[in-house]
């Protein structure tokens, strides 16, 4: 038997062959151009208006999302640049997935008063293209 292709997901040589929650993530975002970052922050640097020094690990979504394109986004962006669509409507309309979180983690922290906090739905757990 022939080895089949292995960037083919669904051949037996590929290394997310048979793992289904990682062969779905995989299909959604083909070219791994959407995914998880990792940085250190200062927790006041946040915005949120806590008051703390600490440093937490906050993990954001970075990528173009460009392999997960549609015949949709392909269509609009070209009624887009060609005018079909009036300017009003040209300036609210994406054209494009974008990377965002599709599951989010808490981050615990201690405040200045030495007050444990924790802000739920903060960092990314996982990311995805949508749209």
Known sequence: M?????????????????????????TKCRSWDCRVEKREMKVRDLGLGFDSDEIVLFKFCVGSCQSSRTNYDLALKALLQNGSLP??????????PCCRPERYEPVSFMDAQTTWRTIQSLSAASCVCMG
């Open 87 to 96: 300017r009003r409507t040209s300036r609210k309309v994406s054209n494009h």
């Open 2 to 26: 022939e080895q089949e292709d292995d960037n083919y997901p669904y051949s037996p040589w590929h290394p997310l062959y048979g793992n289904k929650n990682l062969l779905n993530i995989a």
